[in-house]
């Protein structure tokens, strides 16, 4: 019939994060005052695969601070560091707020983005840039 189908399956396990963390690390605050400030409706939360285990949590954060209505956009049409605004027109979204790596592809929807955040062992990195450097 000349369809062709790609399955396969991801990793999306819960993560067990504190609140704190969860709004440090994925910019809660900042995101939903750039949601109320800009007046947006619909808003979709896009996240790449490695992130849909807390997609929820975040969800439910942004949700209990905004009138906003949220759809999670996962599995998206191209590739996840890209905006996919062909999802947030199917459900006539105002805006996009992009979680994970990002290649900044040019949109016809305004956009938030939300980079990866990792913490750094500022002892241990200090340790290692002595040894391996002269002072």
């Known amino acids: 019939d000349g369809k062709i189908c790609i399955e396969r399956e991801i990793d999306a396990g819960k993560v067990e994060l504190e609140t704190n963390d969860l709004n440090e690390r994925f910019k809660i ?6 949601i109320t400030e800009n007046n947006f409706n619909k808003v ?3 996240f790449p695969d490695e992130l849909l285990g807390v997609s929820a949590d975040i969800y439910e954060e942004i949700r209990n601070r905004t009138s906003a209505d949220l759809y999670i956009l ?8 890209c905006i996919d605004s062909v999802a947030a027109m ?8 992009h979680y994970g790596h990002t290649c ?13 955040k990792e ?6 990195t200090k340790k290692l840039l002595l040894e391996n450097f002269d002072t």
Request: charged share 15%; hydrophobic share 40%.
């Open 29 to 34: 605050l900042e995101t939903c005052k750039w």
């Open 44 to 46: 979709c939360l896009q």
């Open 74 to 81: 996962g599995d998206t049409s191209y590739a996840s560091c």
């Open 90 to 97: 199917h459900v006539q979204g105002d805006a996009v707020i």
């Open 104 to 116: 900044f592809t040019k949109t016809n929807i305004p956009v938030f983005t939300v980079l990866p």
């Open 119 to 124: 913490s750094l062992n500022i002892e241990v």
